[in-house]
């Protein structure tokens, strides 16, 4: 899976985002994934749950990749 995410705000918490793009089918699915080590943020890779997303980063992981961008105001 290859998407853009349009971000309404400053920023979303990567566990939401997660959810949000369907590549976790729960927000604790997502923070399992997290945990495991299994998302990256801009390359490297990130264990925090919360960790603050903003327009502008990729998060990728096995079999997706998520660009983060600014929604049209």
Same mark, same amino acid.
Do not use: W
């Given at each position: 899976?290859? @998407? =853009?995410?349009? %971000? #309404? ?9 997660? +959810?949000?793009?369907? &590549?976790?089918?729960?927000? *604790?699915? !997502? +923070?399992?994934?997290? !945990? @495991?080590? %299994? &998302?990256?943020?801009?390359? $490297?890779? @990130?264990?925090? +749950? =919360? ?5 502008? $980063? &990729?998060?990728?992981?096995? *079999?997706? =990749?998520? #660009? &983060?961008? !600014?929604?049209? !105001?």
């Amino acid at each position: 899976m290859n @998407e =853009t995410f349009s %971000l #309404r705000g400053e920023y979303i918490a990567l566990c939401d985002l997660l +959810k949000a793009c369907a &590549v976790a089918h729960s927000g *604790g699915a !997502a +923070k399992h994934m997290i !945990a @495991e080590g %299994l &998302v990256s943020v801009d390359g $490297q890779i @990130e264990l925090r +749950k =919360t960790c603050k997303i903003r327009p502008g $980063q &990729v998060v990728s992981g096995d *079999g997706f =990749t998520l #660009r &983060v961008e !600014a929604a049209d !105001a």
